[in-house]
């Protein structure tokens, strides 16, 4: 007989683990770890990533509707698993990590350049699902290290070892 499963967050792991970055109307700059991501549409090109409303990014994210999604390497793992476990309200997390940060081309969020792939969203929509809430991320511009881009313009994620 199969055990039943009680610890529903881990019943659907979606991969890979993500950072957030994004700014308030200050000007400050944060990001954040996000397990929950996903691809949400190609026609137009979406992306759906999950933050808890508790959490110091949450409302950077509610007040300028934009985000960037940062893909995390492996030997990033130490950044991400900070950056998931301390808040910006009690101190300036990128400048802890002494990260690399860029700008956005199309949206005002910081770009973490350690990242080898950032995608810039503009929010178009968002559900409260109960833990979370749902941005959903109208792709504005894609950002890969040079030698992970293939002729045909996609991303060689086989060359990346992503968390």
Known sequence: MEKKVTNFKSCLKAMPNILVSCRNEK???????VAYACNCSYDPPMVM?????????????????????????EELKKEFVYLGSHSGRD?????????????????????????????????????????????????????AKEELIMEDGSIDYAKINLL
Do not use: Q, W
């Not at 929509?125 to 833990?131: F, P, Q």
């Open 49 to 73: 990533v999950g933050i808890v409303p508790s959490r110091y990014s949450y409302h950077m994210v509610k007040e300028t509707g934009v985000f960037v999604v940062n893909l995390v390497p």
């Open 91 to 143: 101190e300036d997390k990128l400048k802890a990590l002494d990260m690399k940060i860029g700008e956005g081309d199309k949206v005002n969020a910081p770009v973490l350049l350690d990242c080898p792939v950032n995608i810039e969203c503009t929010v178009v929509d968002s559900i409260k699902t109960g833990s979370h809430e749902m941005f959903v991320g109208k792709v504005e511009c894609v950002h």
């Open 27 to 33: 000007g400050e700059d944060n990001a954040l770890a």
